[in-house]
Protein backbone atom coordinates (compact mmCIF):
# COMPACT_ATOMS: atom_id res chain seq x y z
CA UNK A 1 0.00 0.00 0.00
CA UNK A 2 1.37 3.31 -0.90
CA UNK A 3 1.15 6.09 1.52
CA UNK A 4 0.98 9.51 0.15
CA UNK A 5 1.02 11.24 3.24
CA UNK A 6 4.34 9.60 4.21
CA UNK A 7 6.13 10.18 0.78
CA UNK A 8 7.89 13.61 -0.41
CA UNK A 9 10.00 14.34 -3.52
CA UNK A 10 12.73 16.81 -3.60
CA UNK A 11 14.98 18.86 -5.59
CA UNK A 12 17.81 20.36 -4.89
CA UNK A 13 18.59 23.71 -6.20
CA UNK A 14 20.80 27.09 -5.53
CA UNK A 15 18.52 28.69 -2.61
CA UNK A 16 19.03 32.69 -4.01
CA UNK A 17 18.72 31.45 -7.29
CA UNK A 18 22.18 32.99 -8.55
CA UNK A 19 22.82 31.01 -11.54
CA UNK A 20 26.47 31.46 -11.85
CA UNK A 21 27.19 30.06 -8.56
CA UNK A 22 29.27 27.04 -8.11
CA UNK A 23 28.60 25.32 -4.62
CA UNK A 24 31.05 23.15 -3.57
CA UNK A 25 31.20 20.62 -0.54
CA UNK A 26 33.97 21.10 1.92
CA UNK A 27 36.52 19.22 2.52
CA UNK A 28 36.61 17.58 -0.43
CA UNK A 29 35.76 13.89 -1.88
CA UNK A 30 33.66 13.55 1.43
CA UNK A 31 30.34 14.88 0.13
CA UNK A 32 29.11 11.13 -0.69
CA UNK A 33 30.40 9.42 2.27
CA UNK A 34 28.65 12.44 4.28
CA UNK A 35 25.15 12.52 2.26
CA UNK A 36 25.51 8.69 3.15
CA UNK A 37 25.90 9.14 6.84
CA UNK A 38 23.42 11.60 7.13
CA UNK A 39 20.87 9.12 5.15
CA UNK A 40 22.10 6.48 8.04
CA UNK A 41 21.19 8.74 10.41
CA UNK A 42 17.99 9.66 9.64
CA UNK A 43 16.86 6.27 8.67
CA UNK A 44 14.09 7.05 6.66
CA UNK A 45 12.38 3.87 5.57
CA UNK A 46 13.38 4.68 2.08
CA UNK A 47 15.12 7.63 0.42
CA UNK A 48 16.28 7.97 -3.63
CA UNK A 49 18.78 10.34 -4.61
CA UNK A 50 19.31 10.82 -8.36
CA UNK A 51 22.56 13.00 -9.82
CA UNK A 52 21.51 13.61 -13.29
CA UNK A 53 23.71 15.59 -15.51
CA UNK A 54 25.08 16.19 -19.04
CA UNK A 55 27.34 18.16 -20.82
CA UNK A 56 25.84 21.58 -22.39
CA UNK A 57 27.09 24.75 -23.78
CA UNK A 58 25.07 28.03 -22.21
CA UNK A 59 28.02 30.13 -22.91
CA UNK A 60 25.76 32.89 -24.93
CA UNK A 61 22.87 32.72 -22.06
CA UNK A 62 25.99 33.41 -19.54
CA UNK A 63 27.53 35.86 -21.91
CA UNK A 64 24.21 38.11 -21.98
CA UNK A 65 23.80 37.57 -18.48
CA UNK A 66 27.24 39.50 -18.09
CA UNK A 67 26.64 42.06 -20.35
CA UNK A 68 23.40 42.85 -18.23
CA UNK A 69 25.29 42.49 -15.42
CA UNK A 70 27.95 45.22 -16.68
CA UNK A 71 25.12 47.70 -17.90
CA UNK A 72 23.36 47.56 -14.65
CA UNK A 73 27.12 48.54 -13.17
CA UNK A 74 27.48 51.19 -15.56
CA UNK A 75 24.19 52.42 -15.04
CA UNK A 76 24.28 52.30 -11.14
CA UNK A 77 27.67 54.41 -11.83
CA UNK A 78 26.73 56.93 -13.56
CA UNK A 79 25.82 60.28 -11.62
CA UNK A 80 22.01 61.32 -11.49
CA UNK A 81 21.50 64.59 -12.11
CA UNK A 82 19.03 66.50 -9.91
CA UNK A 83 16.13 69.53 -10.33
CA UNK A 84 18.84 72.27 -10.30
CA UNK A 85 21.06 69.71 -13.16
CA UNK A 86 23.67 69.00 -10.32
CA UNK A 87 25.11 65.37 -10.55
CA UNK A 88 24.18 62.95 -7.63
CA UNK A 89 25.08 59.73 -6.48
CA UNK A 90 22.33 57.30 -7.56
CA UNK A 91 21.07 54.91 -4.54
CA UNK A 92 21.92 51.93 -6.54
CA UNK A 93 25.55 52.40 -5.50
CA UNK A 94 24.94 51.21 -1.80
CA UNK A 95 22.43 48.11 -3.01
CA UNK A 96 23.74 44.66 -2.79
CA UNK A 97 23.29 43.99 -6.03
CA UNK A 98 25.58 46.31 -7.24
CA UNK A 99 28.46 45.15 -4.66
CA UNK A 100 28.00 41.82 -6.47
CA UNK A 101 28.30 42.42 -9.83
CA UNK A 102 32.02 42.23 -10.21
CA UNK A 103 31.95 38.50 -8.17
CA UNK A 104 29.07 37.71 -10.25
CA UNK A 105 30.70 38.53 -13.77
CA UNK A 106 34.01 36.71 -12.43
CA UNK A 107 31.72 33.48 -11.84
CA UNK A 108 30.63 33.67 -15.04
CA UNK A 109 34.00 33.97 -17.09
CA UNK A 110 35.19 30.94 -15.04
CA UNK A 111 32.34 29.22 -16.32
CA UNK A 112 32.56 30.28 -20.04
CA UNK A 113 36.25 29.39 -19.84
CA UNK A 114 35.58 25.61 -19.19
CA UNK A 115 33.22 22.71 -20.60
CA UNK A 116 29.70 23.53 -18.46
CA UNK A 117 27.71 20.73 -17.68
CA UNK A 118 24.01 20.47 -16.18
CA UNK A 119 23.27 18.62 -12.70
CA UNK A 120 19.84 17.78 -12.02
CA UNK A 121 19.64 16.38 -8.28
CA UNK A 122 15.99 15.40 -7.47
CA UNK A 123 14.45 12.47 -5.24
CA UNK A 124 12.45 10.66 -3.39
CA UNK A 125 11.52 10.43 0.37
CA UNK A 126 9.27 7.97 2.76
CA UNK A 127 9.04 8.46 6.16
CA UNK A 128 9.17 5.96 8.59
CA UNK A 129 5.50 4.85 9.84
CA UNK A 130 5.78 5.53 13.45
CA UNK A 131 7.50 9.10 12.66
CA UNK A 132 4.40 10.05 10.26
CA UNK A 133 2.13 9.01 13.23
CA UNK A 134 3.76 10.61 15.87
CA UNK A 135 6.10 13.71 14.32
CA UNK A 136 3.38 14.87 11.76
CA UNK A 137 0.46 16.28 12.43
CA UNK A 138 -2.30 15.77 9.75
CA UNK A 139 -1.95 14.09 6.16
CA UNK A 140 0.37 17.27 4.81
CA UNK A 141 3.57 18.19 6.14
CA UNK A 142 5.10 21.66 4.50
CA UNK A 143 8.58 21.12 6.58
CA UNK A 144 11.60 20.66 4.23
CA UNK A 145 13.57 18.09 4.52
CA UNK A 146 16.47 18.82 6.19
CA UNK A 147 19.56 17.33 4.35
CA UNK A 148 22.79 19.42 6.11
CA UNK A 149 25.22 18.06 3.87
CA UNK A 150 23.29 19.33 0.71
CA UNK A 151 22.79 22.77 3.07
CA UNK A 152 26.93 22.93 3.30
CA UNK A 153 27.36 22.69 -0.49
CA UNK A 154 27.98 26.67 -0.92
CA UNK A 155 30.40 29.25 -2.03
CA UNK A 156 30.36 33.16 -2.02
CA UNK A 157 27.20 33.81 -3.80
CA UNK A 158 24.91 31.23 -3.14
CA UNK A 159 24.35 27.81 -1.97
CA UNK A 160 22.49 24.65 -1.90
CA UNK A 161 18.97 24.21 -0.84
CA UNK A 162 16.29 20.99 -0.55
CA UNK A 163 13.00 22.03 -1.77
CA UNK A 164 10.03 19.13 -1.05
CA UNK A 165 7.13 18.42 -3.04
CA UNK A 166 4.03 16.23 -2.41
CA UNK A 167 3.05 16.16 -6.40
CA UNK A 168 3.30 12.46 -7.28
CA UNK A 169 4.39 12.93 -10.74
CA UNK A 170 8.11 13.66 -10.10
CA UNK A 171 7.76 9.87 -9.35
CA UNK A 172 7.80 9.74 -13.33
CA UNK A 173 10.24 12.10 -13.42
CA UNK A 174 12.48 10.32 -11.26
CA UNK A 175 11.80 6.53 -12.86
CA UNK A 176 11.97 8.37 -16.68
CA UNK A 177 15.59 9.74 -15.20
CA UNK A 178 14.31 13.50 -16.31
CA UNK A 179 16.13 16.79 -15.17
CA UNK A 180 15.35 19.80 -16.89
CA UNK A 181 17.77 20.64 -19.68
CA UNK A 182 16.34 23.90 -20.80
CA UNK A 183 16.93 26.59 -18.09
CA UNK A 184 17.53 29.62 -20.63
CA UNK A 185 13.88 30.82 -19.12
CA UNK A 186 15.79 31.32 -16.04
CA UNK A 187 18.64 33.78 -17.27
CA UNK A 188 16.19 35.88 -18.87
CA UNK A 189 14.15 36.21 -15.29
CA UNK A 190 17.12 36.57 -13.49
CA UNK A 191 17.52 40.46 -13.23
CA UNK A 192 13.81 40.86 -13.36
CA UNK A 193 11.74 38.62 -10.90
CA UNK A 194 14.44 36.11 -10.02
CA UNK A 195 13.30 31.89 -10.12
CA UNK A 196 15.35 29.36 -9.27
CA UNK A 197 16.68 26.77 -11.96
CA UNK A 198 15.93 23.23 -10.67
CA UNK A 199 19.52 22.03 -12.27
CA UNK A 200 22.48 23.49 -11.88
CA UNK A 201 25.16 24.91 -14.30
CA UNK A 202 28.44 23.65 -13.20
CA UNK A 203 32.23 23.93 -14.80
CA UNK A 204 33.18 19.97 -15.47
CA UNK A 205 35.60 20.03 -12.87
CA UNK A 206 33.30 20.60 -10.12
CA UNK A 207 30.99 17.42 -11.27
CA UNK A 208 33.64 15.55 -9.19
CA UNK A 209 32.37 17.29 -5.95
CA UNK A 210 28.92 15.40 -6.10
CA UNK A 211 29.44 12.59 -8.35
CA UNK A 212 31.83 10.17 -6.42
CA UNK A 213 32.06 7.21 -4.36
CA UNK A 214 32.59 7.69 -0.75
CA UNK A 215 36.10 7.80 -0.10
CA UNK A 216 37.98 8.71 3.10
CA UNK A 217 38.09 7.76 7.06
CA UNK A 218 33.93 8.42 6.64
CA UNK A 219 33.53 5.10 4.98
CA UNK A 220 34.46 3.19 8.42
CA UNK A 221 31.40 4.51 9.90
CA UNK A 222 29.22 3.28 7.08
CA UNK A 223 27.38 0.59 7.87
CA UNK A 224 24.54 0.66 5.15
CA UNK A 225 27.25 0.25 1.97
CA UNK A 226 27.83 -3.80 3.94
CA UNK A 227 27.24 -6.28 1.29
CA UNK A 228 23.71 -6.87 1.10
CA UNK A 229 21.70 -10.06 1.42
CA UNK A 230 21.83 -10.36 -2.88
CA UNK A 231 25.14 -10.70 -2.92
CA UNK A 232 25.01 -13.17 0.02
CA UNK A 233 22.65 -15.10 -2.04
CA UNK A 234 24.21 -14.76 -5.28
CA UNK A 235 27.23 -16.81 -4.62
CA UNK A 236 25.60 -19.40 -2.94
CA UNK A 237 27.14 -18.31 0.92
CA UNK A 238 30.47 -18.32 -0.34
CA UNK A 239 32.90 -15.77 0.45
CA UNK A 240 31.77 -12.40 -1.19
CA UNK A 241 34.95 -10.90 -1.88
CA UNK A 242 34.22 -6.98 -1.43
CA UNK A 243 36.41 -4.09 -0.72
CA UNK A 244 38.83 -4.02 -3.56
CA UNK A 245 41.79 -2.58 -3.35
CA UNK A 246 41.23 -2.41 0.99
CA UNK A 247 43.02 -6.40 0.41
CA UNK A 248 39.70 -7.70 2.85
CA UNK A 249 37.55 -10.38 2.42
CA UNK A 250 34.27 -10.84 3.52
CA UNK A 251 35.17 -12.67 6.75
CA UNK A 252 37.54 -10.32 8.09
CA UNK A 253 35.41 -7.71 8.25
CA UNK A 254 34.47 -6.04 11.37
CA UNK A 255 31.46 -4.26 9.98
CA UNK A 256 30.70 -8.12 8.20
CA UNK A 257 30.92 -9.53 11.81
CA UNK A 258 28.49 -7.03 13.36
CA UNK A 259 26.38 -7.38 10.43
CA UNK A 260 26.04 -11.27 11.39
CA UNK A 261 25.25 -10.36 14.99
CA UNK A 262 22.76 -8.27 14.22
CA UNK A 263 21.70 -10.36 10.52
CA UNK A 264 18.16 -11.76 12.66
CA UNK A 265 16.85 -8.14 13.35
CA UNK A 266 17.39 -7.26 9.64
CA UNK A 267 14.53 -7.36 7.09
CA UNK A 268 14.54 -10.17 4.60
CA UNK A 269 14.34 -8.38 1.32
CA UNK A 270 13.88 -11.17 -0.75
CA UNK A 271 10.47 -12.30 0.78
CA UNK A 272 9.25 -8.79 0.19
CA UNK A 273 7.74 -8.99 -3.21
CA UNK A 274 8.82 -7.23 -5.82
CA UNK A 275 6.75 -4.85 -8.23
CA UNK A 276 8.12 -4.54 -11.53
CA UNK A 277 7.07 -2.51 -14.24
CA UNK A 278 4.21 -3.96 -16.45
CA UNK A 279 5.04 -2.27 -19.93
CA UNK A 280 9.46 -0.85 -20.64
CA UNK A 281 9.60 2.99 -19.39
CA UNK A 282 10.89 5.22 -22.34
CA UNK A 283 13.06 7.99 -21.34
CA UNK A 284 12.24 10.98 -23.71
CA UNK A 285 15.05 10.28 -26.19
CA UNK A 286 14.53 6.32 -25.58
CA UNK A 287 15.48 3.62 -23.30
CA UNK A 288 17.39 4.40 -19.80
CA UNK A 289 20.58 1.83 -19.40
CA UNK A 290 21.17 1.32 -15.67
CA UNK A 291 23.64 -0.49 -13.47
CA UNK A 292 23.82 -1.44 -9.91
CA UNK A 293 27.32 -1.58 -8.16
CA UNK A 294 26.99 -4.92 -6.44
CA UNK A 295 29.82 -4.26 -4.71
CA UNK A 296 30.96 -0.68 -3.00
CA UNK A 297 35.05 -0.59 -2.67
CA UNK A 298 35.74 0.43 0.84
CA UNK A 299 38.31 3.56 -0.07
CA UNK A 300 39.83 4.33 3.17
CA UNK A 301 42.22 6.88 1.20
CA UNK A 302 41.43 10.07 -0.30
CA UNK A 303 42.33 10.11 -4.26
CA UNK A 304 45.38 11.47 -4.97
CA UNK A 305 44.80 15.31 -6.28
CA UNK A 306 45.30 13.87 -10.10
CA UNK A 307 42.88 10.93 -10.04
CA UNK A 308 39.85 13.33 -8.57
CA UNK A 309 40.82 16.25 -11.04
CA UNK A 310 40.04 13.37 -13.83
CA UNK A 311 36.49 13.16 -12.59
CA UNK A 312 36.04 16.44 -15.05
CA UNK A 313 35.95 14.11 -17.65
CA UNK A 314 32.48 12.22 -16.02
CA UNK A 315 29.82 14.10 -17.97
CA UNK A 316 29.42 13.16 -21.20
CA UNK A 317 26.66 14.36 -24.44
CA UNK A 318 24.04 11.63 -23.35
CA UNK A 319 22.21 11.95 -20.09
CA UNK A 320 24.23 10.15 -17.13
CA UNK A 321 23.11 9.57 -13.77
CA UNK A 322 24.54 8.62 -10.35
CA UNK A 323 22.13 7.54 -7.65
CA UNK A 324 21.71 6.67 -4.30
CA UNK A 325 19.27 4.36 -3.31
CA UNK A 326 18.90 4.20 0.95
CA UNK A 327 16.56 1.14 2.18
CA UNK A 328 15.65 0.09 5.22
CA UNK A 329 19.19 0.98 6.61
CA UNK A 330 21.17 -0.13 3.29
CA UNK A 331 22.55 1.75 0.68
CA UNK A 332 22.80 1.15 -2.91
CA UNK A 333 24.49 3.13 -5.68
CA UNK A 334 23.29 3.10 -9.53
CA UNK A 335 24.55 4.43 -12.62
CA UNK A 336 23.02 4.80 -15.62
CA UNK A 337 23.01 6.65 -19.26
CA UNK A 338 20.58 7.17 -21.81
CA UNK A 339 22.83 5.32 -24.00
CA UNK A 340 23.90 1.53 -23.41
CA UNK A 341 27.63 1.99 -24.64
CA UNK A 342 27.70 5.48 -23.38
CA UNK A 343 26.84 3.18 -19.84
CA UNK A 344 29.53 0.88 -20.33
CA UNK A 345 32.09 3.75 -20.82
CA UNK A 346 30.92 5.18 -17.62
CA UNK A 347 31.48 2.32 -15.77
CA UNK A 348 35.25 1.19 -17.25
CA UNK A 349 36.20 5.58 -16.57
CA UNK A 350 34.79 4.88 -13.01
CA UNK A 351 36.39 1.73 -12.53
CA UNK A 352 39.52 3.42 -13.90
CA UNK A 353 39.34 5.71 -11.48
CA UNK A 354 38.11 3.31 -8.29
CA UNK A 355 39.35 0.37 -8.85
CA UNK A 356 38.06 -2.75 -9.89
CA UNK A 357 34.18 -3.63 -8.97
CA UNK A 358 31.02 -5.25 -10.47
CA UNK A 359 28.39 -4.09 -11.53
CA UNK A 360 24.91 -5.88 -12.31
CA UNK A 361 21.65 -4.71 -14.14
CA UNK A 362 18.82 -2.70 -12.60
CA UNK A 363 15.65 -2.11 -13.64
CA UNK A 364 14.63 1.37 -13.91
CA UNK A 365 12.07 1.19 -11.21
CA UNK A 366 14.59 -0.44 -8.78
CA UNK A 367 13.74 -3.09 -7.04
CA UNK A 368 13.60 -1.56 -4.06
CA UNK A 369 10.64 1.01 -4.60
CA UNK A 370 8.93 -1.99 -3.09
CA UNK A 371 8.58 -0.34 -0.22
CA UNK A 372 6.51 2.49 -1.16
CA UNK A 373 3.75 -0.30 -2.98
CA UNK A 374 4.12 -3.03 -0.50
CA UNK A 375 0.42 -4.57 -0.64
CA UNK A 376 -1.71 -4.05 2.39
CA UNK A 377 -0.24 -6.44 4.48
CA UNK A 378 0.25 -4.54 7.50
CA UNK A 379 -2.98 -3.52 8.07
CA UNK B 1 -29.93 46.61 -17.08
CA UNK B 2 -27.15 47.01 -14.88
CA UNK B 3 -24.82 50.09 -15.95
CA UNK B 4 -20.91 48.83 -15.87
CA UNK B 5 -20.47 51.35 -13.43
CA UNK B 6 -22.65 49.81 -10.84
CA UNK B 7 -20.73 46.73 -11.06
CA UNK B 8 -17.79 48.22 -10.52
CA UNK B 9 -19.00 49.48 -7.29
CA UNK B 10 -21.30 46.87 -6.30
CA UNK B 11 -19.12 44.20 -7.12
CA UNK B 12 -14.99 43.04 -6.48
CA UNK B 13 -14.79 42.41 -9.74
CA UNK B 14 -12.48 44.87 -11.36
CA UNK B 15 -11.01 45.16 -7.79
CA UNK B 16 -9.08 41.61 -7.91
CA UNK B 17 -8.21 42.45 -11.16
CA UNK B 18 -6.37 45.22 -9.77
CA UNK B 19 -5.01 43.41 -6.75
CA UNK B 20 -3.95 40.42 -9.16
CA UNK B 21 -1.74 42.93 -11.75
CA UNK B 22 -0.03 44.69 -9.14
CA UNK B 23 0.79 41.62 -7.30
CA UNK B 24 1.99 39.46 -10.00
CA UNK B 25 3.21 42.34 -12.38
CA UNK B 26 6.40 40.21 -12.94
CA UNK B 27 4.17 37.12 -14.19
CA UNK B 28 1.47 37.78 -15.51
CA UNK B 29 0.81 34.72 -17.25
CA UNK B 30 0.98 33.25 -13.85
CA UNK B 31 -3.29 32.97 -14.10
CA UNK B 32 -2.87 30.83 -17.33
CA UNK B 33 0.04 28.56 -15.83
CA UNK B 34 -0.47 28.06 -12.02
CA UNK B 35 2.21 27.20 -9.81
CA UNK B 36 1.09 24.83 -7.31
CA UNK B 37 0.92 21.40 -6.54
CA UNK B 38 -1.72 18.26 -7.08
CA UNK B 39 -1.27 15.27 -5.01
CA UNK B 40 -5.02 13.94 -4.45
CA UNK B 41 -4.78 10.39 -4.13
CA UNK B 42 -6.34 10.51 -7.97
CA UNK B 43 -3.41 11.62 -9.12
CA UNK B 44 -1.30 8.72 -7.69
CA UNK B 45 -3.57 6.83 -9.27
CA UNK B 46 -2.48 8.30 -12.36
CA UNK B 47 0.96 8.41 -12.10
CA UNK B 48 1.20 4.34 -10.74
CA UNK B 49 -0.41 3.46 -14.14
CA UNK B 50 1.57 5.38 -16.16
CA UNK B 51 4.74 3.19 -14.39
CA UNK B 52 2.61 0.19 -15.09
CA UNK B 53 2.71 -0.40 -11.24
CA UNK B 54 -0.27 -1.75 -9.12
CA UNK B 55 -0.60 -0.99 -5.76
CA UNK B 56 -3.35 -0.39 -3.28
CA UNK B 57 -3.59 3.26 -1.97
CA UNK B 58 -5.35 4.72 0.65
CA UNK B 59 -9.03 5.82 0.12
CA UNK B 60 -8.10 9.21 1.97
CA UNK B 61 -4.79 10.98 1.29
CA UNK B 62 -3.66 13.80 1.01
CA UNK B 63 -5.95 16.47 -0.67
CA UNK B 64 -4.38 19.81 -2.22
CA UNK B 65 -8.51 19.47 -4.42
CA UNK B 66 -9.88 22.92 -3.11
CA UNK B 67 -13.47 23.08 -4.04
CA UNK B 68 -15.35 22.99 -0.85
CA UNK B 69 -12.80 25.73 0.09
CA UNK B 70 -13.85 27.56 -3.29
CA UNK B 71 -17.09 27.40 -2.87
CA UNK B 72 -17.09 28.15 0.58
CA UNK B 73 -14.59 31.42 0.18
CA UNK B 74 -16.85 32.40 -2.98
CA UNK B 75 -19.81 31.92 -0.41
CA UNK B 76 -17.99 34.36 2.20
CA UNK B 77 -16.97 36.44 -0.88
CA UNK B 78 -20.32 37.63 -1.64
CA UNK B 79 -21.89 37.90 1.69
CA UNK B 80 -19.20 40.02 2.41
CA UNK B 81 -19.95 41.81 -1.09
CA UNK B 82 -23.61 42.22 -0.80
CA UNK B 83 -22.98 43.36 2.92
CA UNK B 84 -20.98 46.08 1.89
CA UNK B 85 -22.71 47.05 -1.11
CA UNK B 86 -26.12 47.39 1.49
CA UNK B 87 -24.09 49.15 4.30
CA UNK B 88 -22.42 51.80 1.56
CA UNK B 89 -26.25 52.30 -0.03
CA UNK B 90 -27.43 53.38 3.24
CA UNK B 91 -24.38 55.22 4.70
CA UNK B 92 -24.59 57.10 1.82
CA UNK B 93 -27.94 57.64 1.42
CA UNK B 94 -28.20 59.37 4.73
CA UNK B 95 -24.82 61.48 4.06
CA UNK B 96 -26.71 63.21 0.47
CA UNK B 97 -24.13 66.33 0.99
CA UNK B 98 -20.51 64.26 -0.04
CA UNK B 99 -19.82 65.10 -3.80
CA UNK B 100 -21.16 62.46 -6.11
CA UNK B 101 -17.12 61.27 -6.92
CA UNK B 102 -16.30 60.93 -3.59
CA UNK B 103 -19.33 58.69 -3.43
CA UNK B 104 -18.58 56.51 -6.29
CA UNK B 105 -14.49 56.43 -5.02
CA UNK B 106 -15.83 55.36 -1.61
CA UNK B 107 -17.89 52.05 -2.77
CA UNK B 108 -15.35 51.19 -5.47
CA UNK B 109 -12.73 51.42 -3.00
CA UNK B 110 -14.87 48.77 0.06
CA UNK B 111 -15.07 46.16 -2.66
CA UNK B 112 -11.26 45.90 -2.14
CA UNK B 113 -12.19 43.74 1.12
CA UNK B 114 -13.99 40.97 -0.47
CA UNK B 115 -11.82 40.84 -3.53
CA UNK B 116 -8.96 40.83 -1.33
CA UNK B 117 -10.24 38.13 0.79
CA UNK B 118 -11.14 36.37 -2.78
CA UNK B 119 -7.72 37.01 -3.84
CA UNK B 120 -6.23 35.65 -0.89
CA UNK B 121 -7.70 32.44 -1.40
CA UNK B 122 -6.95 31.96 -5.28
CA UNK B 123 -3.32 33.42 -4.28
CA UNK B 124 -2.72 30.71 -1.80
CA UNK B 125 -4.39 27.27 -3.12
CA UNK B 126 -4.54 28.51 -7.59
CA UNK B 127 -1.70 30.58 -8.42
CA UNK B 128 0.76 30.15 -5.95
CA UNK B 129 3.33 32.56 -4.13
CA UNK B 130 4.00 35.82 -5.61
CA UNK B 131 6.96 36.70 -7.69
CA UNK B 132 10.52 37.73 -6.15
CA UNK B 133 11.02 41.37 -5.78
CA UNK B 134 13.54 42.10 -8.77
CA UNK B 135 17.60 42.70 -8.06
CA UNK B 136 17.50 40.70 -4.45
CA UNK B 137 20.31 38.94 -3.30
CA UNK B 138 18.05 36.62 -0.85
CA UNK B 139 14.91 34.76 -1.88
CA UNK B 140 12.53 33.72 1.01
CA UNK B 141 13.08 30.17 2.24
CA UNK B 142 11.21 27.31 2.46
CA UNK B 143 9.18 28.32 -0.61
CA UNK B 144 7.98 25.66 -3.77
CA UNK B 145 10.75 25.00 -5.81
CA UNK B 146 10.41 25.40 -9.58
CA UNK B 147 10.50 21.44 -10.24
CA UNK B 148 6.97 21.56 -10.46
CA UNK B 149 7.13 24.03 -13.67
CA UNK B 150 8.47 21.29 -15.45
CA UNK B 151 6.60 18.09 -14.45
CA UNK B 152 5.52 16.67 -18.35
CA UNK B 153 2.09 16.41 -18.87
CA UNK B 154 2.43 13.50 -21.48
CA UNK B 155 1.53 10.29 -19.53
Not at chain 1, 31 to 47: S, V, Y
Not at chain 1, 188 to 205: D, F, Q
Not at chain 2, 112 to 139: D, E, H, Q, V
Request: aromatic letters at 10%.
Amino acid sequence: MIDPSHTLFLNVALKNGHIMSRPRYEPEQEFIGNLIHELEQKDPDFAWIQFIFQQVDYSRQLMMLKNELLSYKRFAETPDVNEKDEPRRRKELDSEWYRTVELRCRKIDELMSSHQVLLGIQGMWVEKGEEAIHGISGPLRSAPIELGTFQSCRDELDSLAVFTYRNPRVLLELVRRRFVTDISWYFRKYSVSRMVPPSLILAAEDLGNYVQLPVGNITQHLSSLLPSEFDEEEHNGEFTTFGVGSGLQYGDNPYAIRRKEDQSSMPDLLSLPVVEPLAEIKTSKGNFYLSRMKTIPQIHQKLDAEAFSRLKHLPSPYTRSFELLYNKGRTSLLIGSADDRDLEAYKRFLVSIYGGFEFVEESVIPSCMRIVSRPEQSS
Amino acid sequence: MLEPILIVMYSPILQFFIIYLAAYRQELSRFLMPFHEHASTNEWRKVLKALGVEAILPEKGPEYGCNKRLILTFGITVILSVTIALTMVFVLQKTLQLPPLFRVALSILSQFIPATYCFAFISRWYLGPLPNPPKRMFLRYPRLGSRIRHLMEDD
